[in-house]
């Protein structure tokens, strides 16, 4: 079956460490997205890419990185940088910009990062 | 700026009772689109629906309705006869045009508890 698949499930970085979590998508979508979830808070986008070798910055960007070098992956790397980085986080895609959708975007399963 | 409030944090209702969780927006745009995510235990976010600026109808859905009132800038969901499997976070959604419509902004979600 079609779908997003984010790795690892749960994730701990120690202080100083960078790490990156997965997202690999078999939708055939060209857009990408990550968002990150607080408690209370809601989902803030952090980076998104409407294709390949191509991404923007979201509202939350500084202290993360990613890179589109194949349409169905987008890795996401949380650097040393990202002082509070203990979160959810969710990958997303879509075929295009999801107002045109009525399927606007499919998510991941999230991944959940802890700090050590 | 566009804004999303959820102003019901958490929500506990007995299982067949009806439930309206509310949502208001901020936009200055003409053009937008809102939508509801469902997002159960598992972590992913399931698209529940979509609704442009322009359609000021009301959807029903099985046991979902949704109320759209540009005069009050809200966009309610109403659960009628609520299920335990409907226990899960809500968030309402608003596109944000100024990025070609891949932008968008989520409220802080509204955690709903139906009890047996």
């Known amino acids: 079956d079609g779908g997003i698949t984010q790795s690892p499930k749960y994730l701990f970085r120690k202080e100083g460490q960078n790490v990156t979590l997965s997202c690999e998508q078999n939708l055939n979508h060209d857009a990408m997205y990550w968002y990150r979830q607080d408690p209370g808070q809601g989902l803030r986008l952090i980076y998104y890419s409407q294709i390949v070798n191509d991404f923007q910055k979201g509202d939350i960007a500084e202290g993360y990185s990613v890179s589109r070098e194949k349409k169905e992956s987008f890795p996401l790397t949380v650097t040393s940088a990202q002082k509070n980085p203990t979160a959810f986080y969710l990958c997303?895609?879509?075929?295009?910009?999801?107002?045109?959708?009525?399927?606007?975007?499919?998510f991941g399963d999230g991944t959940r990062l802890s700090i050590l | 700026a566009q804004k999303v409030t959820q102003a019901q944090t958490e929500i506990s209702v007995v299982e067949k009772e009806d439930v309206t969780l509310d949502c208001v927006y901020e936009t200055r745009d003409t053009t937008y689109y809102l939508f509801w995510y469902k997002q159960p235990p598992s972590g992913e976010l399931v698209f529940l629906i979509r609704r442009n600026s322009f359609d000021e109808q009301n959807e029903i859905s099985g046991r979902y309705s949704w109320n759209f009132q540009k005069s009050t800038s809200s966009f309610n969901f109403t659960i009628t006869a609520s299920q335990v499997v409907d226990s899960a976070v809500y968030f309402c959604a608003l596109s944000d045009p100024n990025t070609g419509g891949f932008k968008t902004i989520f409220g802080a979600g509204t955690r709903l508890f139906v009890k047996a």
């Open positions: 997303a895609s879509s075929i295009e910009a999801p107002v045109f959708l009525n399927q606007p975007q499919h």
